[in-house]
């Protein structure tokens, strides 16, 4: 039996009249990192969207440890423990990094927010060096950093991440895939989409496709010893 974090069930979502997730079903393993996979426009975005609220779902529920999330708003999912990273990473870019990274420690008091400012920069000393610069004379890389920092700040329970390696180099990436590792050994659990198959296959412990506005073809990451091609003739043809 394992520890489910996030259940999600029978979710459907909508814009307009076009229906985008029908059905959706599937649970989230608290420690875990599960990738959601699926083709262009499959509802990827979407699904994570309407986690956080960002989006309201038409029916169906996203339960985390049983508190019923859909239809709250985005700040009170966010103060159940949701904290969601962007495509866009949304900084501040004229701000400094200490800055951006302050406002995510928003839910939380001061005292915990020095705490966990010094823990973000224990975890990466890259951005110590960098607390007064403002953000936008920062790498993608960097800034990704950042991003992903500030929303460890209000130390959710759950963090969803959006395309971690969107428009960043191979090396960057590497960058990305190696926060990933530090943040799965320190036990976060993680809801991500990836277009990088290899970052999403290296990160993920499973994964889900989502096809036809449902959740199908779940499996787990180490079982598939590398028949890694076969899903994806699976997801994209
Ligand atoms: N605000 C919106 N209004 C109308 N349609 C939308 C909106 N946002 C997304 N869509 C449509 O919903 C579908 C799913 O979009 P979504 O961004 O969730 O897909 P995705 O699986 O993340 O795709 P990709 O891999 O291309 O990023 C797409 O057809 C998209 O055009």
Redesign the pocket.
Known sequence: MHDILLSISDLNVS??K?A?LRGASYDVRRGECLTLL??????????LNAICGFIKPTSGSVKLMGTELAGLDPHRIFAHGVAQVSQARDLFPDLTVEDNLRLGAMRRGSSTAAQSLATTYQRFPRLADRRKQPTRTLSGGEQQMVAIGRALMSDPLLLLLD?PSGGLSPQLCEEIAQIIDILKAEGVTLLM?E?NLNLAFRAADRFIV?RDGQAVDGGDVAAMAGDHEAIVRNIYL
Do not use: F, H, R
Request: glycine residues 22%; proline residues 0%; charged residues 15%.
């Open positions: 814009y307009g076009k985008i699926g083709a262009n426009g499959s509802g990827k975005s979407t699904s395309e989409v277009q989502l």
